[in-house]
Each structure stands twice: as C-alpha cells, then as structure tokens.
C-alpha cells in the first residue's frame, strides 16, 4: 500500500512539474508589430512658399503621444502625433524660421481654419486614434477626417 502510494504521489508531483512547465513556459504576451498605414493629409507653411506631404517613412521614428480632450464633460481619449515631434522628423525641412502652419486635408479640409502658432506646437497634436475611457483605440472616422488636429494650449 505505501508503495502505491510513493507512485501515486510522484506521477501527481510528476504532473504538477509538467503543468508549471507549461505555465510557465508559454509567453501570454506576444507582441505583433504591425506597420499602420495613416490617412494622407499634408502640411502647408503659413508663408505659402513650402508645402510637404508627410509620409510614413517621416514618421517612423516618432512616437505615438496620448493625451485627452474634455468636451461637453465628456472626455476622449486620443493617440496620435505632437506637431512639435513631427515638425523635427520631418526632412528637409529648415525648422528655424516657421512661425505657424496650416494642416489641410486631401480634401480641402483646413482651409479656412486659423494656423497653430509656433508657440503652441508643443500641446498640439495630429490625432489618429481614438477610445472611449473603457474602450480599446480604434481609427478616426472618416466623416470627421482621418486626421484631426487639437491644441491642448
């Protein structure tokens, strides 16, 4: 009887190593990069003389930001782009004498919106994502653009 159960108490030990080795083991967060392709818009400088359209090769070394936007005591979340940050990736491009900028869409949307002001580049961002306070991101929709530009200032 003590012999059967020394067996059954190493096959449960035996079991037990095996499930910690399975536990233990798997890796529950994996990590899939994938590449996001971002809506066109484009940048134009309020001096008219320079206009350069980002792309995602501009981007990809700049950092996502989140930051929100209360509204009606309503508050969303966002994640997107610091103009500052995008400004200094963008390439070839003299940073020293920009003033101000106006964003405008493929569409035409922006045109007649007021320019951000240097001084305020630093709070303002190009949103891309957005999520409720529970929610998970997900795109802007396309009837409000793709890309919205906020100035936290």
């Known amino acids: 009887m003590k012999k059967l159960l020394n067996v059954k108490g190493i096959i449960v030990l035996i079991a037990l190593v ?3 080795t399975l536990v233990v083991g798997c890796d529950t967060d994996i990590i899939e990069k994938k590449t ?3 809506p066109d818009f484009s940048v134009s400088f309020i001096d008219g003389e320079t ?12 950092t996502l930001s989140e930051f929100s936007i ?3 005591d309503v508050t969303s979340y966002y994640k997107g782009f610091k103009v500052s940050d995008m400004v200094a990736a963008i390439t070839g491009l003299d940073v020293s004498g920009i003033e101000s900028l106006l964003v405008i869409a493929n569409d035409g949307y922006g045109n007649d ?11 303002a961002y190009f949103a891309l994502f957005i999520k409720d306070a529970e929610g ?7 009837d409000n653009g793709p890309v919205r530009l906020f100035d936290t200032t």
């Open 113 to 123: 919106k007021p320019a951000l002001p240097e001084a305020n580049f630093d709070n």
């Open 36 to 38: 996001v392709q971002l």
């Open 70 to 72: 209360v509204k009606s």
């Open 136 to 142: 998970v991101y997900g795109f802007l929709d396309a």
């Open 51 to 62: 206009t350069i359209v980002v792309t995602d090769e501009m981007l990809s070394a700049v």
């Open 18 to 20: 095996m499930l910690l």
